[in-house]
């Protein structure tokens, strides 16, 4: 009576579940490396699809001619820094008043979002060329309002809603001095 008990039902299996199985590790490592050949010929292809840096070709030298050339006159229209400059400004205003409504509901999380919003209507500001008659006093304005948000972001991270009103309120104070200086551009 010797009766097999380890297999009594292997005889009825598919012999497609009886061969062994490759290793797990062996398929991660396949996939792994298809991808790092997908990113491959990825960055290949990208980089054979660039156009090619132009090699500069012999331009004639410029002889110097014998009439003065005119001196270079500011014809720029400031009207168009005017507009930009006081429309980002007014961004910013209304970023403030978003920071002072989220003190009000205690929204520590939007609170930083508002920061966010501050930091990229600076860079926005810092990004417009001031006409050279308000150049300095803009520059020094900006400056100043960069001290504000950092001084508004290091209330929020210290959770002092008080060092945030402050600062939100010498950040307006700020905003109308640099309207000041907008408005003496010609």
Known sequence: MTENLATPHRDALAPSILAPRPP???????????????FGAGWGAATLLQPAASTPSAEPEQTQ???????????????????????DLDD??????????????????????????LNYNVSQ????????SIENDWADGLAQLEKDVDAIEAGITSSSSSTV??????ARDTIEGLRGVVSRVD
């Not at 009439?67 to 005017?82: G, I, L, N, R, Y």
């Not at 205003?93 to 205690?106: A, F, G, N, P, Y």
């Not at 500001?125 to 050279?132: D, I, N, R, S, T």
């Open 65 to 87: 001619s014998a009439t003065p050339e005119p001196e270079e006159v500011d014809d720029q229209d400031d009207s168009a820094f005017v507009k930009v400059a006081n429309r």
């Open 24 to 38: 797990a590790r062996v398929r991660v490592w396949v996939l792994i490396l298809a991808i790092v050949l997908a």
């Open 92 to 117: 910013f205003e209304d970023d403030l008043d978003d920071v002072d409504t989220t003190l009000d509901e205690d929204g520590f999380w939007r609170l930083l979002t508002n920061a966010v919003e």
């Open 125 to 132: 500001l810092l990004g417009h060329e001031a006409p050279k």
């Open 165 to 170: 009103r402050s600062a939100v309120a010498d």
